[in-house]
């Protein structure tokens, strides 16, 4: 296979029907596809509106997208700028051919040219192949954040009881 590097690039509003299909093989594989209230349409309003909340690489060759990486940018109060990586996917037959490594790659070079201070990522506690390439390259696995979230409701919930 010719360079995957060379196979990335930018995503486009019209490649978001595909990427939400990843993201839902994603969902899948993490066991939880009841969990995605998304949409194409919403990610259309969000990844090209007025103010884009993410950006995205798509590896792809003539049989079509394979895999994508989406990221987007959050502020840390001791570090500044830093570049978030909410998912690498990339589609169950494809894995192991070197799609995640080009899109990985792609990412952090996008790290630099948006002047971060660097790149953060989750990765599940039972994903050991993701958990061992990500050490491969020398990064760094914090076991001592404890993750946290609410959901729209239980905000409102919250609220409707202030």
């Known amino acids: 296979m010719e360079n995957l590097k060379n196979m990335i690039r930018k995503g486009k509003q019209s490649d978001l029907p595909r990427v939400f299909e990843l993201i839902m093989e994603l969902a899948c594989y993490e066991r939880a596809p009841h969990e995605v209230s998304n949409s194409v349409a919403q990610m259309e309003q969000d990844g090209f509106g007025l103010n884009p909340l993410f950006g995205f690489f798509v590896a792809e ?14 502020y840390s109060t ?12 990339v589609t169950e037959s494809e894995r192991g051919k070197g799609w995640g490594k080009a899109l ?5 070079k996008q790290s630099i040219e948006a002047n971060c201070t660097g790149m953060m990522w989750q990765v599940l ?9 990500y050490k491969s390259r020398g990064s760094k696995l914090d076991h001592e954040w404890i993750n946290c979230h609410l959901d729209r409701e239980q905000i409102q919930e919250l609220l409707a009881n202030v």
Do not use: C, M, V
Not at 125 to 133: H, Y
């Open 61 to 74: 060759d003539e049989r079509g997208i394979h895999g994508l990486s989406l990221y987007y940018y959050r």
């Open 78 to 89: 001791w570090k500044g700028k830093r570049l978030y990586l909410e998912d690498i996917i």
């Open 104 to 108: 990985f790659d792609a990412t952090l």
């Open 125 to 133: 506690d039972w994903n050991e192949p993701a958990i061992k390439f």
